[in-house]
C-alpha cells in the first residue's frame, strides 16, 4: 500500500460520502426500483466507510519504518527522518481523522441505538395503556392498539415487541379495503425491519464530518422504505385503496423512532401508485453498480494487505 492508494481511497470516500448521495438523491428512477436503489444506498454507504478506513490504514503503513531486525516498526524519529515533518504531519493528521471517524462511527451506531429503544419503550408502555380494546383481543390482530383519537393516525412501533397504533379516526374513515392496506403497509416495515436500515444511514450521517457528508442519503432511505412498504400492500390490496389511505392518513403523525403510514412522502407515494410498474432493467443496472462499488475496493484493498502480511509473517 502507497500514498498514491491512500489517496484515491481519501477522494473515494469524500465523493462517496457527499456529491454521489447528492446526485442519487435527485434521481427519480428509484421510485420505481426502490429495493434495488436501497441496495444501491446501502452499498455507497459501507463503501465510503471502508474506503475511509481503507485510505488511513495505507497511510499507517507509510509510517512503518524498517526495525533493527528488518521488520517495520514504529518509530516517530525515525519516520520524520525518512518522509520529512510536513509529509509525517500529513500522514498522521490523515491516521487520525480515520481514527476519529470510527470512533464516530461507533458512538453514533451506540447512541442511535439506545436512544431509539428507550423511546420506542416509553411509547409502548403508553399505548398498551391507552388502548381502547385493552380488555379484549383486537379483531385486527393482536399487535394493533387503537387510540382514542378523531383524527387519522397509523402508525408501527419496531422491535421485539412491536405494535401497530391505529386511532378511532383511522377505523371511522377507511373502509375494509383501505384498513387491510394501511395494516399490510405497516407490518412489512416490521417484518423487514426497515429501521434496522434507517439506524444504520443515521450512524453512518454523524460518522462523517458534517463539511463532506450529504443530508439527502437519510430522507432517500426514509422514502425507499416507505416505497417497499407500499409495494407490500399493492400487492394485497391493489394500488386504489392504498392511496385512498394514505391520502386519509398524510397528516399522521409518529412519535421518533416510529415508522408512520403518511407524512410529507404522501403525494410523491401517491403520484407513484398510478404509474407503470418497476424498470427490471434499471433494477439490474443498480444491482450491478452495486456490487462493483463494494467488490472493486474490497479486492484492491484486499489483495495488497493480504501479501503484505504474508511478507511480514514470512509465510
Known sequence: MNAPTALVFAALALLLAG????????????????????VLW??????????????????????????????PTTAPTAEI??????????????FVVTLVIGARLVWATSLVAVKTRRRRARHR???????????TPSRHGADVRVLDSLDPIAYCLPGLRQRVVLSEGTLAHLDDAELAAILTHER?????????VLEAFMAVNQAFPRLVRSRSALGSVQLLVELLADDS???????????????A????????????????STLVRVERLARPGPDHRVAALAYLASAAILVVPTIYVAVPWLTE???LTGR
Open 19 to 38: 456529491p454521489v448521495p447528492a446526485m442519487l438523491a435527485r434521481a427519480t428512477w428509484p421510485h420505481r426500483t426502490p429495493r434495488a436503489a436501497l
Open 42 to 71: 446501502q452499498a455507497i454507504a459501507l463503501a465510503a466507510v471502508l474506503s475511509a478506513f481503507s485510505s488511513g490504514l495505507a497511510i499507517a503503513s507509510q509510517l512503518l519504518v524498517p526495525g533493527a531486525d528488518g521488520r
Open 81 to 94: 527522518a525518512a518522509l520529512g515533518l510536513p509529509l509525517w504531519i500529513v500522514y498522521v493528521s490523515v
Open 125 to 135: 408502555t403508553l399505548v398498551d395503556i391507552l388502548d381502547r380494546g385493552s380488555d
Open 188 to 196: 412489512s416495515h416490521l417484518r423487514a425491519r426497515h429501521d434496522l
Open 233 to 247: 400492500a399493492v400487492r394485497v390490496t391493489g394500488p386504489k385503496p392504498l392511496a385512498r389511505a394514505l391520502v
Open 249 to 264: 392518513c398524510a397528516g399522521s403523525a409518529a412519535p421518533k423512532g416510529a415508522l408512520a403510514a403518511g407524512g410529507p
Open 309 to 311: 502480511l504474508r511478507r
